[in-house]
């Protein structure tokens, strides 16, 4: 009984207020412009108060997280720009230095572009993009700014294949810088690409190199000219008892970061020592005494039989 007395009371309010708020909007909406801005404000300030306040609060949230996407988006943007500047930067380092090298070295050195194969098993090899039409030949040597990376294997008209000195079969003739010890450099395989090294080997028993001691070509074997850097002594790889010693070297020249080198277009040997401002001293040694020269870096072919080379008018 209570609810059905309280029911139809609470209709009438509800009617009631319906038709107030009614005749507010009408008498509202036919109020005088005069009129109308002290009402609005006097809503705004009182009744809608609340309601404005948390629609600001929303409107700066959102806002906060417009700018928080839009710097996410410039600092991304930014490190992007950044890390293209950084390779550029070093690009252009190695190619200043290319150019210095390239000036110090003509005309027996021409430009050439390294191209990676990116194959498995491929990784001590590449291309290049000049061959016999720009005068390079099989055996010519190969420079970076740092000094030797490694010498033509194979070459095409306009290409040439190449093998660097991580590759099995490199073998160069070298020397410490000041001419004391001689001997044969070759690789030294780690356990990742960043971690091979060179060997110098055949190095007599009672040398003592020092750590750091900078060794070069030393133009023997007619593959290198004399005074490219290899690399610098890191220490004692082993000793074979009263015989030879051999020494680990830091190479001079890393191949993964070799993208422009000089290519050599002469054969005749010579000494590019005043290039890299090595200063090592004439080779004086002669005789069946001096040092081993370098393996070829592949096989040579056999000479041709005399009747072969004998002009055709001579022959009997």
Partial sequence: MVVEYFE??????????????????????????????????????TALRPFLSIQASIAEQRSRGVDIAELRAQRDSLAAVVAAQA?????????????????????????????????????????????????????????????????????????????????????????????????????????????????????????DIKPGTRVVSSGRGGIYPRGIPIGTVLGLEESEAGWRKTYLLQPAVRPEAAAHVLVGVQREGGDLSQIWHVGAPPDTAVGPEAAPAAAPSRPARPARPAAETTPPAQRP
């Fill in 8 to 45: 139809p009371r609470r209709g009438r309010r509800d009617a009631a207020l319906a038709a107030g708020f009614l005749l507010l909007a009408l008498f509202l909406f036919f109020l005088p412009a005069a009129f109308e801005a002290p009402v609005r404000r006097a809503v705004r300030t």
């Fill in 87 to 207: 390779a550029l930067s070093e690009e252009n380092r190695r190619l200043r230095a290319l150019l210095g090298l390239r000036s110090r070295a003509e005309p027996d050195f021409v430009p050439a572009e390294v191209l990676r194969p990116g194959l498995p098993g491929a990784e001590s090899t590449f291309l290049i993009d000049k061959g016999r039409v720009a005068g390079v030949t099989a055996g010519s040597p190969i420079l970076a700014p740092g000094g030797l990376l490694g010498v033509i294997w194979e070459v095409d008209e306009r290409s040439g294949q190449a093998i660097d000195w991580t590759h099995p079969d490199f073998r160069a003739s070298a020397m410490t810088a000041d001419g004391e010890v001689y001997g044969i450099v070759e690789p030294r395989r780690g356990r990742f690409r960043e971690e091979d090294l060179l060997a110098l080997t055949g190095a007599p028993f009672h040398s």
